[in-house]
Every structure is written in structure tokens, then in C-alpha cells.
């Protein structure tokens, strides 16, 4: 016999703190009512009276589904007693379930005939009234109105009560027999305020509504007894909404090994597509799916659940927000499900709050403060990782900070798996002097030109009325660089020996950073100015100014390959096109061509490879790297011979530490630190994509 039809409820017990013994006492009751329920409750009068009237199971489930509130408030009744009366259930001692049963076994008995003799035109009056109740085209309740209940009602949702059952499916089974209602005394679907806490976990621990808003929705009740509700709603997807935002509380009472898994208190949580035409479900978003029953030995429990106490059967999850990208379902309406049910044999409770928003997918960016801006992910993600040009503060945190212009990536993702990718741009801040940093005035004089050599040497002096206690000074003259750790007195000395005479206007920049990395946050405050080198005064002259005079290759096989970057290419390109090396030869008698790109865009960057020969008889070569269209970057250009390994190693200009080696085929391993120069994280590129293959944290603890 199936125990898959019938709403079952029964009186909670308040107490915040039960001893052991009052607490095995109160389930063995229940366990007892649960027994009686089965085999001589309603349950057995319901089918009997289907049995002996020769009900079809089709019109008995009408019956059931038109006469559910009553049905439901006689279980309710009948729990209460058994919990209450302390002879209700013994009836050796009491006839007072005896004459219950009686009066419920003629009441229905009753019913169900008229119900047959009239069972067309109440079945149509209650579709009737229903349909009333809702309007289901998928053109109603699609924007964001009241989508956290701040109206403080469940307007724009649609509240289905229905029964608890042994679903294998957890409410995806039509055993639950939800109807709809838009009552708001059903005392199963509440609208929650204040201050309070949920009277089941005690000790104001779960709060009724989600900190930081002003309601919430209690599904179900605190109350046992095998009940399922349901509320739904549909949402139109729009740029402006393109992240679904719920959150949820949960408490769960566990039955105990004495029901299965799927007879056992449980929520869950679906989003499907629709067709606008039809609002039937086209697609359903996997990722959004979330389960949990009422079993301590389940993984989501272990991992994300309290018990109330030692002894206590309940089960609690404190408020908790997860994040739904819909990026990709734009202009589409989907379907939010939430389904929490009781045990199916009627005594034990589940019932969770719920909250919810919608919120934009793109980042939130900020004003420029000082010489940065914050930029802030969506909330409702447990991951998060950020890349761009000049990302600083933890990439994987939901915060952080940059003050340069160019692209950037966010990719975060929440507890069921969802991802969300965005890309956007950031504009730069105007650099701001801190307090504790100010250069008055930056010096610059180059000496007579050597017409041994055609050198000359440029000396100057940087002079600052404050500087930051640590970092350091960088000094540059366009293309040479020096650095010397701060602190340092002002007026400071410096000198460029054996600059090329060219009688030209040159920069000089003297700029203090705060920390040992170069990045323009870091940035504490600088100056500039110009000098002009002396003209030309020796004979000593450079015949190939661009020449790399060391690189002098024998005749073979060799392999050029660099990294290109196509600044114009749409997003879904998987080719670049437009940058290009190209190879020739002084005598001629070979040339590579255009040399494109290929394999994978790997975040937004492309490798080029190629195997070329040197033909015997060539006196120099030439190396192009050129564009077909448009401006294309160029990155880790190498050329080494064929047969020869090769690996490239790349530090930081300041602290000199390893950021990256690049392997044979110019890929590179990256190393990332905090500021503090603690390695953090070491990163491989592959084809598929760049992988974290090592993390670590270290904490210093305050002494």
C-alpha cells in the first residue's frame, strides 16, 4: 500500500532544550502515532472508503486533491491528540480514537458519495476557482517585482499546498497533489519580520529574516505532519538582472533510519527555461539544482548543517545566499521552483525562509579614492577569480582594487557549480601624491660628449621634502633604469655613465613606490623633467643601430615563436589573422612568408610556432613582426635552434624575483606573490587554458 497521497501533520514541541529522556519519550510517541496513522488512521479509513465505493484511482485523486484542506486539518487534529492526550493512542484506557475514527470514517464515507453523484460539476467548479487563482501565460510576474518579498506579501509568486509522499524524485513526482493558494493563512506559506529567531533552533542563533532585509517568506510551518508546499515564480532575464540571487534558511527534523531516504524531510531548489509561447520548460539550468533531505549522513548535511543539540533530531542551515548566472538566457523567462516537504508518514517537520534579489552580472566598479578604484563581484559566488593588467589585493576574493586603464576578466562561480564570466574595462585614475611622499624637483646634466667613444654621462639630483619609510626609488632616462631602496635623504645624487651622444631631447623620471613590486598602485608620488644630449662628436658609429650583434646563427633548423595579441578581434574569433612574423634572408634564396598564429586563444593571447632553415650562404637576417590590419601585440619572441632545448626565465625588475620560465614550446609557469613577497600561487599555461597547479597561505599570527 502506498503511503503517496495524504498531507500529514502534527503539533511541534517548542522547547528549546529538551532533556534526553523527554526527547526519546516524545519520539516513540511519534513514532507510535506514525504506526496507528498507517494502519488504522485516516489513511486506512481513505482507502477503505475508495475500496468499498469502487473509487478509480483517477477520480480518487481528484477527491483527495478537492477535499485536501479538510483532509489536512483532520490529520493535524489527529496528531495534536495523539500528542497531547496521553490516552489517545491506548485504547485499552480511552475510546476517545475509537469515536474520532467513527466520526471521520462516516464524514468521508459521506463525501465521497456525494462527490460521485456530482463529481463532474465539482470538479469543474474547483478548476474553476483555480484557475482563477493564477494567471499562467508567461507574460505575467516576469520582472523583478517583489522577487524578495519586500512587499511583504508573496505577490508575483505562485503558492502551491500539497502533500508529503515517498518520492523518489523529491518533488518532481505528482504524488505531492500541489493545488494552488493565495491564502495567507494557511499558516504554511508566512510572510516573516522583526526581529525574531526560529523558535525550533532557539537561542537566538537563525534569525526568521535574512540580515540586512526587512522580510522573508517561511515555506511550511514548524509544525509536523506530512505537508509539502511549493512556491514558484517566473522571471524575465534581462541585462539588468542577469544574476538571480536567492537565500535561504533551512531546518530539517531527521526521521531517523526508520524511513528511507526519499520518505524523509527535504528542500529543493530548480530554475528552468520556458517557451514564451507555450510556458512549457525547454531547458532546465542544471547548476541551479540544489537537494538536501533530512539525513545526517547525506554530504550536503555533514558539510553545511548544525544539529540544535547533542540529542535533538533537528537539523538546521543558517542563512545562506547563492548566486544564479543567467548571462546566457538574456531575453528569456525562467521558471524558480522551491519545493520543502515533510517526512511522508506525518511525523517529522522540514520548513525553510527564504529571501531573494536580482542583481546586475557585471561587476560593481567605483570612483577613482586617490589613485585606485574598488571593484566589487555580485555576491552569492564562493569563488572568485580576477585577471587584468594591474589587479591588486587577493584576485580570489570578492573585492579588489586597480588603478590602471585596460581589460579586465571576472570568473566566479557558487556551492552548485553555476559560473559566470564577464569582461570589462576600467579606466585610469589620476595618480595622487600621498601625504608622505612629495619630490620637489628633479635635476638632469649631461657632460661633454667623449669623442673617443661618442658617451657621454648624465648626472643629476632628486630632492623631496618627504618620502615613504619603505620601497623603493626608481630612475629612468627613457630606456636605462636604477632603483635604490628608500628610505633615502633628500637631496639625492644619482648618475648615468656611457650614454650614446645622439643630441636629442630625452625624459628623466625620478618615481618613489611604496613597495617592492612595480605597479602603478603602488605608486607614492613622482616628477618629471627633460634634458638634451649632446650632439654627435665622435667617429665611432653603429653601421645596424637595430642589430642584435650577438645573434649570429650557423645554417640549420630553428623554431621562432612569440605570443601575439590582435586588439581588434571579436570575442568569439578563434583565429588571429592579422599579426604575422616574417623571415628573409640577405642573399635571397629564402623567405618564410607570413607566419600566423594557431592552436587556442588562451586568454586572449595566441602562440605562434614555427620550424624555419637557415639556408647555407646567407650573410644576415631579418626578423618582421607585422599586422595585416589593425594594432596586434607581440610578447615572448624566441628563436633557437631546432634541436636544442630552451627554457626562458623572466624577474621582477625590482625584487628580482622569478615571475615566469618559458618552456621548450613557450609556455610559460607563472609565479605569483603577495605583497609581501611570499609566493602565493605557481600558475601553468596549457592549451586549454592557464591552471593553477600550486596554492598556499601562510599567516603570521600577531604577537
Known amino acids: 500500500m502506498k503511503r503517496n497521497l495524504f498531507i500529514l501533520v502534527i503539533i511541534c514541541f517548542f522547547q528549546n532544550e529538551m532533556n534526553a529522556g523527554n526527547l526519546i519519550g516524545v519520539e516513540a510517541k511519534i513514532e507510535k502515532a506514525e504506526h496507528i496513522w498507517m494502519n488504522k488512521g485516516l489513511y486506512f479509513v481513505l482507502n477503505t472508503v475508495k ?303 527564504l529571501d531573494g534579489d536580482c542583481l546586475n552580472s557585471a561587476p560593481t566598479i567605483s570612483a577613482c579614492v586617490g589613485s585606485e578604484r574598488t571593484i566589487t563581484a555580485p555576491e552569492g559566488f564562493t569563488s572568485y577569480w580576477w585577471s587584468g593588467y594591474d589587479i591588486h589585493g587577493t584576485n580570489t576574493s570578492k573585492i579588489v582594487k586597480t588603478g590602471a586603464a585596460g581589460a579586465y576578466q571576472l570568473i566566479a562561480s557558487t556551492i552548485t557549480n553555476c559560473e559566470l564570466k564577464y569582461e570589462f574595462s576600467v579606466d585610469s585614475c589620476p595618480f595622487v601624491s600621498p601625504a608622505n611622499c612629495s619630490i620637489s624637483n628633479v635635476t638632469a646634466t649631461p657632460t661633454s660628449c667623449n669623442s673617443a667613444n661618442n658617451y657621454y654621462d648624465l648626472n643629476g639630483t632628486i630632492t623631496f621634502t618627504s618620502c615613504p619609510s619603505s620601497g623603493v626609488l626608481i630612475i629612468t632616462n627613457g630606456y636605462l633604469s636604477q632603483m635604490y631602496t628608500l628610505p633615502l635623504a633628500s637631496p639625492f645624487n644619482y648618475t648615468f655613465k656611457n650614454l650614446m651622444a645622439d643630441g636629442v631631447a630625452h625624459p628623466v623620471k625620478a618615481v618613489f613606490y611604496k613597495s617592492y613590486f612595480i605597479s602603478p598602485t603602488f605608486i607614492s608620488c613622482q616628477l618629471s623633467n627633460t634634458y638634451t644630449a649632446p650632439a654627435p662628436c665622435g667617429s665611432a658609429t653603429i653601421s645596424c643601430p637595430n642589430c642584435l650583434t650577438s645573434f649570429n646563427p650557423e645554417p640549420g633548423k630553428y623554431i621562432v615563436s612569440a605570443w601575439v595579441k590582435d586588439l581588434n578581434a571579436l570575442s568569439d574569433v578563434e583565429t588571429y589573422l592579422n599579426p604575422y612574423i616574417e623571415i628573409k634572408f640577405s642573399s635571397g634564396t629564402s623567405t618564410t612568408g607570413q607566419i600566423l598564429a594557431s592552436g587556442k586563444i588562451i586568454e586572449k593571447w595566441q602562440r605562434v610556432f614555427f620550424e624555419f632553415t637557415i639556408p647555407i650562404g646567407a650573410t644576415d637576417i631579418s626578423i618582421y613582426l607585422g599586422t595585416n590590419s589593425g594594432a596586434c601585440l607581440f610578447d615572448d619572441i624566441r628563436i633557437h635552434p631546432a634541436n636544442g632545448s630552451f627554457v626562458s626565465y623572466v624577474y621582477d625588475p625590482v625584487s628580482l624575483k622569478l615571475v615566469a620560465t618559458l618552456d621548450d614550446n613557450n609556455y610559460a609557469t607563472i609565479y605569483e606573490y603577495d605583497d609581501e613577497g611570499t609566493l602565493l600561487r605557481v600558475k601553468k599555461e596549457t592549451e586549454r587554458g592557464i591552471m593553477t597547479i600550486k596554492e598556499s597561505r601562510e599567516n603570521s599570527p600577531k604577537r
Open 51 to 353: 475500496m468499498n465505493l469502487k473509487i478509480s484511482d483517477e477520480d480518487f485523486n481528484k477527491f483527495q486533491i478537492i477535499y485536501s484542506e479538510k483532509i489536512s486539518n483532520d490529520k493535524i487534529d489527529f496528531f495534536r491528540l495523539s500528542t497531547s492526550a496521553n490516552d489517545f493512542l491506548d485504547e485499552t484506557k480511552s475510546e476517545n480514537y475509537i469515536k474520532w475514527l467513527s466520526i471521520k470514517e462516516d464524514f468521508y464515507k459521506s463525501t465521497a458519495k456525494n462527490f460521485l453523484s456530482d463529481k463532474d460539476s465539482i470538479v469543474k467548479k474547483y478548476e474553476f476557482i483555480n484557475s482563477m487563482s493564477f494567471v499562467t501565460t508567461c507574460s505575467t510576474n516576469v520582472n523583478c517585482t517583489n522577487v524578495g518579498f519586500e512587499s511583504n506579501n508573496f505577490s508575483t509568486w505562485e503558492a502551491y499546498l500539497g502533500n508529503a509522499c515517498q518520492d523518489p524524485n523529491f518533488g518532481i513526482a505528482g504524488c505531492h497533489a500541489f493545488t494552488p493558494t493565495t491564502s495567507t493563512t494557511t499558516g504554511r506559506v508566512t510572510i516573516q519580520s522583526g526581529s525574531g529567531y526560529d523558535a525550533i533552533v532557539g537561542s537566538s542563533v537563525l534569525p526568521v529574516v535574512c540580515p540586512g532585509g526587512s522580510y522573508s517568506l517561511l515555506l511550511e510551518n514548524q509544525v509536523n505532519g506530512g505537508n509539502a508546499t511549493k512556491i514558484t515564480r517566473k522571471l524575465n532575464v534581462t541585462g539588468a538582472n542577469s544574476v538571480y540571487l536567492y537565500k535561504y534558511a533551512l531546518v530539517l527534523e531527521d526521521p531517523g533510519k526508520s524511513h528511507k531516504d526519499d520518505e524523509k524531510p527535504f528542500f529543493r531548489v530548480s530554475v528552468t527555461v520556458l517557451d514564451d509561447a507555450t510556458c512549457n520548460t525547454i531547458d532546465t539550468i542544471k547548476c541551479a539544482e540544489y537537494l538536501v533531505f533530512a539525513n545526517p549522513e547525506n554530504n550536503e548535511v555533514k558539510s553545511s548543517f548544525l544539529r540544535v543539540s547533542p540529542s535533538s533530531p533537528y537539523y538546521y542551515k543558517n542563512w545562506t545566499s547563492v548566486a544564479i548566472p543567467l548571462n546566457n538566457y538574456i531575453g528569456k523567462t525562467i521558471k524558480i521552483e522551491f519545493i520543502v516537504s515533510d517526512c511522508a508518514w506525518g511525523g517529522h517537520l522540514g520548513y525553510a525562509y
